[in-house]
């Protein structure tokens, strides 16, 4: 404690270490101008192949759901308060018993190191060095066990079948890992209609052509960056983390196989997942107060409210619009929530709704794509620094904090 001045007069508290900090000239020249979240999609449509690009960046259908994740955001207006000394405030939060240093962590992607260079270990030694939870994709084309290595506090992320058998494998294979957190994501009974890959000329298995090698050779910093030093180091990338052994190459036409049998997936299975996995399960994709209130019979630790990012059912509700209903139901469980979030605005509007923490998907692929590890760790100061100032702008000192007396609707249809 700072002792009395001469005069007697109470004690200044020191003032609060600032995160802010212009443009650094130690960045690479390629990240001085990313400002926002934003600002990492323009530059990584530069250097992605056109169908990489549209595999992140598209969804279902009429692209609705994915709309609907970014505007509903703006139906909701902050109502701040002043004359709060916020000079000790921290952005630090609580999770499973884990302390954070901010209020988010990174979503998981499916073949991330197609984007960016061993991508799953950039997004994670960024999320580790920033003090955040990395959830490492079942969609992944390194081992889970580098991961583990790497990042010892990433959580895993599987899709399962309606097998105990290849349920039981991989649950114990993320368990020999290390892996402490398994995520359960149960909103992919079947593909969504992603038109989008078909325009873009994306597919699974990815198909050499033309139009693909074409596509390559106008991104020359992509390919030798990434699909060149891949080859050579790695050779042709695999799904590794399928199943409890490695999954088919991205380009064998039999990799549809390490996708089947979803529509098998129910509660039953969960039930087994939660007798095996000793760790934190969390099941991510959940949008109905129903489904949580049995996930939390089933004796899940958390849910993620999400609709995979508008690539499943085009059409369905919003993470942010689903959050109320799902919080009501879920008892004591942590919620958490993902879609459409790219400011440390739309983190507080998604605490005071209800979230305990929220995940970012997209902006940090697209931050790995367009600097690597550099890019991401860009992207989480970025989104830190705006946590930190509208916290403060706010009149708060920790995101526990902020709650529904910091909102007022202004816009959009009520909820019945």
Known sequence: MTPPDANGAAPVPPPAKSVYRSVSKDLPRRLRSILALDDFEPAARRKLPRPLFGYVAGAAETNSSLKDNRNVFADWAFRPRYLIDVSRRSMATTLFGQEYRAPFGIAPMGISAMMAYRGDLALARAARDAGIPMIMSGSSLIPLEEVAREAPGSWFQAYLPGEPDRIAGLVDRVARAGFETLVLTVDTTTMG????????????????????????????????????????????????????????????????RDFGARDHLNWTHLAQIRQRWKGKLVV?????????????????????????????????????????????????????????????????????????????????????????????????????????????????????????????????????
């Not at 198909?207 to 042709?236: C, E, I, Q, V, Y």
């Not at 139901?329 to 605490?351: P, Y």
């Not at 923490?357 to 550099?374: K, T």
Request: a neutral charge; proline letters at 4%.
């Open 193 to 256: 209609n992603r038109e989008n890959n078909v325009r873009s000329g994306f597919s699974t298995p990815l198909k050499p052509s033309l139009r693909l090698a074409w596509d390559g050779a106008l991104r020359p910093l992509w390919l030798w960056d990434t699909m060149f030093r891949t080859l050579r180091n790695h050779g042709m990338p695999h799904f590794e983390n399928s199943y409890a052994t490695r999954g088919a190459p991205i380009i064998a036409r039999n990799v549809e």
């Open 284 to 416: 991510k994709g959940i949008l109905h107060g129903e489904d949580a209130r049995r996930a939390h019979e089933e004796g899940a630790d958390g849910v993620i409210v999400s609709n995979h990012g508008g690539r499943q059912l085009d059409g369905a509700i919003s993470a942010f619009r689903a959050l109320p209903e799902v919080k009501s139901a879920a008892g004591n469980m942590v919620v958490m929530m993902d879609g459409g979030v790219r400011r440390g605005s739309d983190v507080l509007k998604a605490l005071a709704m209800g979230a305990d923490f929220v995940f970012v998907g997209r902006p940090f692929l697209y931050a790995a794509a367009v600097g690597g590890e550099r890019g991401v760790r860009h992207g989480i100061e970025i989104l830190s620094q705006e946590v930190d100032r509208d916290l403060a702008l706010l009149g708060c000192i920790s995101p526990e904090e902020v709650g529904m007396q910091h909102l007022m609707r202004v816009g959009g249809v009520t909820q019945g």
